[in-house]
Structure formats: C-alpha cells, structure tokens
C-alpha cells in the first residue's frame, strides 16, 4: 500500500496539480490587474478634483484669463439621478414581470423565444440602442431630451433584471410552489404570496446592478441627451449626465474641464463601485433561500 | 363499473360506497406511458396504502388524485377520478377545487421559508380571505389536529423552518388539515424522519382516519402493515410502466397474497 502512494504516478500527479493550481492562480491575478489599474489611477487622477464646489455646483464659463475652475458638475449628477432614475421606473416593472413569466411558465415556446430575445438584446452593443431612440424619438420630436436617453438605457437594463429575476426565481425550492398549489392556491397567487417573496432581495440585486451599469453608460446617452451646461430638471430637453460630461469635457482644450473629467469618471467609479459592494453585503446578510 | 372487476387480484370494498373511484385513469409523462390503465375503489375514512418498488409509479398515481400530477413538465392523465361521484377531471372542474378538497403531505418536509408556524398553518386560509379571529381558532386547531399543539403554543410567532424534521412534518400535516379537507394524500411522509417521528405520524394516521380518508405511498412495508386498512400494490409491467398488480384489505395482502408478484416483494425477494 505504502508503495502505491508514494510512486512516480503519485508524484506526477501532486506536480501537475501543483502546476494548475499555480497557473490559475496567476490568471486571476492577471484579470484582476486591469481592474486594480484603473480604480488607483482613476483615483489618482480624479480625487484632486473633488471638493465641496466640485458637487454642489455647475458648469462655469471659461475664458482665457480667466483663472475659473469650471465650476462643478452637479448639473451631471443631477441629470444622471433624473435620466437612470427614470429608465429605472420602466425597466424595472418590465424586466421583473418578464423575469417571473420566463421562470413560472417555463416549458412553452413563447419562453424560449422571449429568452432568445433577452439575451441577443444583452448582447447588444448599447449605442445601437441609442441611435435607435435618436431615429424614434428625437428626430421625431426634434429635440434632444433625458427622456429620449432614459429610453435606450430601458433597453439595456430589461435584459438585465429578466435574467437575474429569473435565476433568482428558479433558487425558490419546487417544495415550496408544490406546498401552495397542493393547498388549492392558484398559480397567480403562489407567484404573489410564496414565491415573489423569498426571492425579493435577489430581484433587489438585479435592479440595482442593472442601474449601475446603466450609470455608467455614455454611447446611447451622446446621440439623445446631447449635454447641458446648465442644471435642468426638464426630462425633455438636453440634459447632462456624469459619463457624457467626462467624454465631452475630455474633448475640451481647457485644462481645468480635463481635469474635472477625470474627477466626473472618479465620481462614476465610485458610485458604480458602491452599488456593487451594496448589493455584495445586501445579498450576504439576506440570502435569497 | 365493470372495469374494476376485471382484475381478479384487485378486492377492494364496492365502488359504490367509496370515497374515490380511479376509473379508467392512465398517467402519461410526455409520450411514455408512466401508470398503465387503473381501476380502482379507495374506501372512505380508512387508510389505503400504496406500496411497491421504486420507479413503479407510486407517487404518480398518488398525485393524479388531487390534479397534482399535470403541474410537472409533460404530467398528463386520461380517465376519470371519481370524488363522491364527481369526476375531478372533468374539464368544468377547476383542479384548485379539487385540491381544497383533497390535501397533500410530501416526502420532505416543505414548511414555507421566512414564515412563522402560526402562518404556515394559516397560508391555505388566507386564500380563502378568513378573518384574523377565525383563522387564530383555525390554527389551534389544526395543529391540536396534527398533535403538535403543546409543542409551539409558545412560539407560534418563531419561523417554521426552525422546527426539528418531525415537527416540520407534522407543521405541515397541520397546514394541510387546516382547510378541512376530506382527503389526505401522503407522498411517503415518514421517509425523511428518525423512528420515533415516524412513529407519532403512524400514530396521527390511525386517529385522522376517524374523519378523513387517508392514502399513502411507502416504501416501508412495515409501515404499511401497521397503519392501513387495504394496501395497492404496484409494480412495473413488461412495457416498462407502471401498474396496480393486486389490492385488497391489508391484512390478507400481507398473509395471503393472490399474485406471485406481490408475494415475492412482501416476503423480501426483490424490491
């Protein structure tokens, strides 16, 4: 016995895992590095420019001479709030509802068609969505506005929230559905009153990541909302939002709206950071089953 | 009812007096044939056992008696089940009567997440929109039903998950009684519980039947013996379904089987 376990195929054997455990290691180390590169040089770059006046105001005119500091970016954060908040209120309802039809009724053809569909609109390069709310919307109304914006981030985000509710749905255990129906409940109100329940912070977990990736998206918002210079809180005229501000005060030759930028995009990583790790310790203290 | 004479090994009580007449029921999953043809009376307020080896088809048969059978993916039955007369398949009855009728206990216990005891008793109730002082009176009662009163009195506001595998049983053997049906059906429901547990379900069994009709699958013979008055049971035909071999009152089923098949599985040879 001692023999076999200390022969040449046994140590061939611990090398090779050793290898593979090494090897892998070293990938997630890789993948990770991209990660931790942008958040410290974000960081560096973009905490400088956070102050007080950084939050609370908005945009001011520069002209040479003058020694402004471009004012704030509140205008953004406020037109972010407005534009994501708003998408949020459509997405939401659709994407949850989407979500239970996929999961309750899920052997039928019109399920398997739907989820096609939700995952080829996943996949979907987002400013596709965008310029097909500029063809729809604006053209049509002639107007750049939040709201045309607020459209093709609903785009992006139903997708989002059906595949979480629906994976959330399918951890609720069969017993317990079982238990609801046995007792003569019928389906609508299994869904309701079992179901629906035990998983409400896993569908807490799809909203909210499905809002901050749609925080963070510039493409579909360049062709809707334009830009703003000034606060508005006019869903239907050009608006600002954070990721259009980096992109466009990037594009400016004044040094100080550069470096306002990259105090926008800090901004963004943080909030999107933030709402990861909340829906992290969300999810930890109140598991789905 | 002719049909049900036709196999001579199936004695059950006349069709007449019984509380549930399996008329001509076959079970399908998809295209496969699960449960071949069945005829059969289960007598009312007696404990009828179904027993046999598994994969033949127990549980099915069981749960085409309260429509659970066709909530599974490609569940599907042809025939008739006979409530009181009534056939329960018939395309005017809506299966959530049948099932207010006919309650269910599963093998695993299945008391609701992130609900209290008090409300895991009560959840068939509140679908039926009860006043908050009538379902109190209702859960108490159940659950003296279940004989697991004296054990949660105190902490019927406490999760029913923290119950140990016993109690949860008996907490949802309570829920299940607590719409008053008049039929029980029990998917092996001691199975996943330690001897003494086990014990003090057989003994609720014996006292429900005063009052309600009881079936029950298992795969304990022993079981079986000690609780039913008239034992199913099953087994896999050639063609690979399922299939009623022989029923009849308990006592002669286990000392005096007509089928060789049945006697073969009682004394151990297979199964």
Redesign the interface.
Same mark, same amino acid.
């Given at each position: 016995m001692e023999q076999r376990f200390v022969g040449r195929r046994y140590r061939r054997r611990v090398l090779v895992n050793r290898l593979m455990l090494i090897l892998t290691v070293l990938a997630t180390i890789i993948s990770l590095v991209p990660l931790v590169l942008i958040i410290v040089y974000v960081a560096e770059q973009g905490i400088g420019s956070l102050s007080i006046d950084f939050l609370t105001h908005t945009f001011r005119p520069i002209s040479f001479g003058n020694a402004s500091t471009g004012g704030g970016v509140l205008h953004a954060i406020v037109g972010t709030v407005i534009i994501v908040g708003f998408s949020l209120l459509l997405a939401a309802p659709i994407g949850i509802m989407a979500g239970i039809y996929l999961s309750e009724y @899920? &052997?039928n053809s019109a399920s398997t068609a739907i989820r096609f569909c939700v995952d080829v609109l996943s996949a979907m390069p987002s400013i596709v969505g965008g310029v097909t709310a500029y063809v729809l919307i604006v053209q049509r109304v002639k107007s750049f506005s939040g709201f045309a914006g607020s459209i093709a981030l609903v785009v992006l985000m139903v997708p989002i929230i059906t595949r979480t509710t629906e994976e959330i749905l399918r951890l609720v @255990?069969q017993?317990?559905r079982?238990?609801?129906?046995?007792? &003569?409940? @019928?389906k609508w109100?299994t869904t309701l009153?079992?179901v629906l @329940?035990?998983a409400l912070s896993g569908i807490a977990t799809g909203v909210l990541l499905a809002f901050a990736r749609a925080a963070g998206e510039t493409a579909p918002l360049l062709v809707t909302v334009l830009g703003n210079n000034n606060l508005t809180y006019d869903l239907f005229g050009p608006m600002q939002a954070l990721p259009l501000l980096a992109y466009r005060y990037t594009e400016q030759p004044y040094q100080v709206l550069n470096q306002q930028a990259w105090g926008a995009a800090f901004l963004l990583v943080v909030i999107v950071l933030g709402i990861n790790i909340l829906v992290r310790i969300f999810t930890r203290t109140r598991s789905p089953? | 009812m002719t049909a049900i004479a036709a196999n001579p090994n199936i004695q059950m009580p006349p069709a007449v007096d019984a509380h549930l007449v399996i008329d001509g029921l076959t079970l399908y999953y998809g295209q496969r044939e699960a449960v071949a043809r069945t005829d059969l009376a289960i007598p009312r307020k007696q404990v009828t056992a179904i027993i046999g080896p598994s994969g033949c088809g127990k549980s099915t048969l069981l749960r085409s008696l309260?429509r659970?059978h066709e909530?599974v993916?490609g569940g599907r039955a042809e025939g008739r089940v006979l409530l009181d007369g009534t056939n329960i398949y018939d395309p005017a009855i809506d299966p959530?009567?049948?099932?207010?009728r006919i309650?269910?206990v599963?093998q695993?216990p299945?008391?609701?997440?992130?609900r209290t005891i008090a409300e895991n008793v009560s959840?068939?109730l509140?679908?039926d929109g009860i006043g908050k002082r009538e379902k109190e009176a209702a859960v108490e009662r159940a659950l003296k039903r279940a004989a697991l009163w004296d054990e949660v009195v105190d902490r019927l506001d406490q999760p029913g998950v923290a119950l140990s595998g016993g109690q949860q049983q008996r907490l949802?053997l309570a829920?299940?009684l607590a719409?008053e049906p008049e039929l029980i059906l029990m998917d092996e429901p001691a199975s996943a519980l330690d001897p003494i547990a086990t014990l003090r379900i057989e003994e609720l069994i014996r006292e429900l039947m005063n009052d309600i009709t009881i079936i029950i699958v298992t795969h304990n013979m022993q079981q079986a013996a000690r609780v039913s008055d008239y034992t199913m049971f099953m087994n896999l035909n050639d063609r690979g379904s399922g299939g009623v071999v022989e029923a009849g009152p308990t006592q002669i089923m286990f000392t005096a089987p007509k089928s060789k098949q049945t006697e073969d599985y009682i004394t151990g040879r297979f199964g």
């Open positions: @899920p &052997g @255990p017993s317990s079982e238990a609801a129906i046995a007792l &003569g409940a @019928p109100r009153t079992i @329940p035990m089953r | 309260n659970m909530t993916p959530i009567y049948v099932r207010r309650g269910m599963f695993q299945n008391p609701l997440r992130a959840i068939g509140e679908l949802c829920r299940a719409v």
